[in-house]
């Protein structure tokens, strides 16, 4: 019987390593956000550039109609942006968005820190929690059979939504210096924070995750 039980539970195995194989470089993307594919990747980083030289295009329409509006206002005694208040913001803008690209680029990596920090270890829990004994044959027959089930059921679903969440990511991340552009003017901060919001959203999204994943091994 035994001899029975270790043959399905190689069957089952060979069968997961079978479809696993040929998914491993996507099931990478559960755990780790691959900077190849993202911020190092030389079309994402050329298409950032691009929307660099768009963003210090209208930074610079924006700085020239705020000179237009000084001299005008010293002039007519209407109402401007004094430049205490316009060169700060300004100075910090441009530094925003020159350093989106770092700023960025470090949040991805420290996702990936949290991710491997918080890496649930399966066969530590399993040898835990079956009294620092190896798994029987029919205790791996069931687990075999337990992974296989999830596997159809859940993987494949978190794969999809980790290559769409790298898409976003990119987009987010090209589109980098225009959010931070937006802070300039008052009336379009708000749309700035919610890029920001969106990217840090996204790109912590797979830690929590995999947070509730490692705390359900827990």
Request: charged content about 5%; overall charge neutral; proline content about 4%.
């Given at each position: 019987?035994?001899?029975?039980?270790?043959?399905?539970?190689?069957?089952?195995?060979?069968?997961?390593?079978?479809?696993?194989?040929?998914?491993?470089?996507?099931?990478?993307?559960?755990?780790?956000?691959?900077?190849?594919?993202?911020?190092?990747?030389?079309?994402?980083?050329?298409?950032?550039?691009?929307?660099?030289?768009?963003?210090d295009g209208f930074l610079l329409l924006f700085v020239l109609g705020g000179g237009m509006q000084m001299m005008i206002g010293?002039?007519?005694?209407?109402?401007?942006?004094?430049?205490?208040?316009?060169?700060?913001?300004?100075?910090?803008?441009?530094?925003?968005?020159?350093?989106?690209?770092?700023?960025?680029?470090?949040?991805?990596?420290?996702?990936?820190?949290?991710?491997?920090?918080?890496?649930?270890?399966?066969?530590?829990?399993?040898?835990?929690?079956?009294?620092?004994?190896?798994?029987?044959?029919?205790?791996?027959?069931?687990?075999?059979?337990?992974?296989?089930?999830?596997?159809?059921?859940?993987?494949?679903?978190?794969?999809?939504?980790?290559?769409e969440r790298i898409v976003l990511l990119n987009l987010l991340f090209v589109l980098g210096p225009v959010g931070m552009l937006l802070f300039f003017?008052?009336?379009?901060?708000?749309?700035?924070?919610?890029?920001?919001?969106?990217?840090?959203?996204?790109?912590?999204?797979?830690?929590?995750?995999?947070?509730?994943?490692?705390?359900?091994?827990?």
């Open positions: 019987m035994d001899q029975i039980l270790q043959g399905l539970a190689g069957f089952l195995n060979s069968i997961g390593a079978f479809l696993v194989g040929p998914l491993a470089p996507l099931l990478a993307l559960l755990v780790n956000t691959p900077l190849n594919l993202t911020t190092d990747n030389d079309l994402v980083v050329t298409a950032w550039k691009v929307m660099l030289g768009v963003a010293q002039a007519t005694g209407t109402l401007y942006t004094p430049p205490r208040e316009f060169l700060p913001r300004l100075f910090a803008v441009a530094l925003a968005m020159h350093a989106s690209y770092i700023w960025l680029r470090t949040l991805l990596i420290f996702d990936n820190e949290l991710c491997g920090i918080v890496h649930a270890s399966v066969h530590d829990f399993l040898l835990q929690f079956n009294g620092g004994q190896p798994l029987t044959n029919a205790q791996q027959l069931v687990l075999a059979a337990g992974l296989g089930a999830f596997f159809s059921l859940t993987i494949l679903r978190y794969v999809f939504q980790s290559i003017l008052p009336h379009t901060a708000a749309y700035g924070t919610y890029w920001h919001r969106m990217f840090i959203v996204t790109c912590f999204l797979q830690f929590v995750q995999f947070l509730a994943f490692g705390l359900g091994f827990a």
